[in-house]
């Protein structure tokens, strides 16, 4: 890389941060608004200034999200051009230590503990004493392993990466960054009720422990998936006693087990991911996982959902059907704001049966209402009709065709276009994923220092691609993919809704 490319990308990086700098003046009520400190915690439970409340708002707001994005693609790009290689190597191939920190951090309610010390942070002997109190008596930490030097290691290094900050030697307090994972339940509430940590969150934890547990688990097994001469040695996560001792059946011609996604090498199971947690042993990562779907709407704008279909346009006692909907966590933000729109959520037994629990005392109107019900539902059989007979206006599918190989999503595609009527709308929730290399939808101009995708602004959504490619053997999709799965189902998509330089979009398709 050449100086003036160098310098490019340095200038784009200044470019973008004079555009944040503008958008805070236009929206500044009065007062200057400055740029939130990454030293302060933002806690999205408490109280705060209408200043410190119209900052927060502004993560939200389009224009923001863009100019952040460019800052950070051109900051990555810059790092890895200028860093030695064997660096930036060590801190892509280390980076599970990291996860695995983030993972810690979360599970040990480290965040929780930190609120309560204050700005002046906590010592790591007091934030151990805390964390061992916490736990259930029938499991304690060994304090022969958990002691307050091996946590200090780990907070050191969740403080060199920004996500916590050392404000004297082994004195630790939150940041903006891990105040984001505070679930806002008190110490007394996670001591008493420990199981409900997520409930009435806005899923930010959740998705943390998802991720940091199975999610962590079954990704280090990707090469001994795609590579089989690499499984050596008896590495299964639940040592049920080595590779290729899944369950009776599960072998292929030859003996060798069919392992479907890294997940079941890992777990050493011939389940989906799916029946697996609902397992009787899982049931407190099938209800982590319900609320870590409420917290995959940070993936969006706020209310992103709302924008990405032309909601008020519907006639009224409209029915919209979230599909694999989980404890209804899109469909309710359609529900709320829109009282001409009446919802169904569609999903397995065990997910049906912890729906309406899930939510707190202030969702119960529109549950008693009628507006917003569940019902069980497999993907893949015919679909039941509504007891009024009618069509569904649309059908809603957010998040579930990443789940799927192809093959599969086009037989839940072709059930919804058996049931439609010539007005229903398909509406599917995913990421679609730019080309790394210039193309039709690049985020930026070809005269851009940096990636068309934005880089690792956007490596979230890559990221995930996959996550999904580990548990399920599926994948996000390009917006050709996209189009293609749907035309082969029987829709054909009319409309692509997303915000500048953002991933995630809602696309529409009609019945062809």
């Not at 082994?170 to 891990?178: H, I, K, Q, T």
Request: net charge negative.
């Amino acid at each position: 890389m050449s100086f003036s490319a160098l310098k490019a990308l340095h200038a784009s990086i200044g470019s973008a941060i004079e555009d944040l700098e503008r958008i805070y003046s236009e929206r500044s009520q009065g007062e200057p608004l400055d740029f939130p400190r990454l030293e302060d915690p933002y806690y999205a439970s408490a109280s705060h200034s209408p200043a410190e409340e119209l900052a927060h708002q502004l993560n939200d707001d389009p224009a923001v999200s863009l100019a952040s994005k460019k800052i950070v693609a051109a900051c990555g790009q810059l790092s890895a051009a200028v860093n030695k290689p064997w660096y930036g190597l060590m801190e892509a191939i280390q980076a599970g230590q990291l996860s695995a920190a983030i993972r810690f951090l979360e599970a040990a309610h480290i965040p929780e503990i930190l609120w309560e010390a204050g700005e002046q942070g906590l010592h790591v002997r007091d934030i151990c004493r805390i964390v061992t109190e916490l736990r259930s008596k029938d499991a304690p930490p060994d304090p022969a392993i958990f002691t307050p030097a091996r946590l200090g290691h780990v907070l050191r290094l969740l403080a060199t990466s920004h996500w916590i900050k050392e404000v004297s030697p082994d004195v630790f307090a939150n940041n903006r960054r891990s105040s984001y994972i505070d679930s806002g339940k008190t110490l007394h509430q996670l001591r008493t009720e420990p199981r409900k940590k997520y409930l009435d969150t806005d899923g930010v934890a959740a998705f943390v422990g998802l991720t940091g547990d199975e999610a962590f688990k079954f990704m280090a097994y990707m090469t001994e998936w795609f590579l089989p001469d690499t499984r050596t040695g008896s590495l299964i996560v639940d040592t049920k006693g080595g590779f290729g001792s899944a369950q009776p059946g599960a072998a292929k011609e030859g003996g060798a087990a069919n392992y479907v996604a890294p997940f079941n090498l890992a777990f050493d199971t011939q389940l989906n991911f799916f029946p697996w947690l609902e397992l009787p042993e899982n049931r407190s990562r099938l209800e982590r996982f319900g609320h870590a779907m409420t917290g995959t709407r940070q993936w969006e704008t706020k209310e992103g959902i709302l924008f990405g279909f032309p909601w008020s346009e519907l006639p009224q006692d409209s029915v919209l059907v979230d599909v694999g909907g989980g404890i209804g966590s899109a469909s309710l933000t359609v529900a709320q704001a829109h009282a001409h729109v009446n919802v169904v959520v569609e999903d397995r037994p065990q997910v049906v049966e912890v729906a309406r629990s899930s939510w707190g005392p202030a969702y119960a109107p529109i549950f008693d209402s009628g507006r917003m019900t569940f019902r069980v539902r497999d993907l893949f059989a015919p679909w039941e009709p509504l007891a009024s007979g009618k069509a569904p206006d649309v059908f809603l599918l957010r998040l579930v065709l990443h789940d799927w190989q192809d093959e599969d999503s086009v037989k839940i595609l072709s059930r919804l276009r058996s049931a439609a009527g010539p007005n229903t709308k398909l509406l599917i929730g995913d990421m679609l994923l730019p080309y790394t290399c210039p193309s039709d939808g690049a985020f930026v101009g070809e005269d851009s220092p940096v990636l068309p995708n934005l880089g690792v602004a956007n490596i979230h959504g890559y990221l995930i691609d996959i996550m999904m490619m580990g548990m399920f053997g599926a994948k996000e999709r390009t917006v050709s993919e996209m189009s293609e799965l749907a035309l082969s189902a029987g829709w054909k998509v009319t409309d692509v809704r997303r915000a500048p330089g953002s991933l995630w979009a809602y696309t529409t398709a009609v019945p062809v």
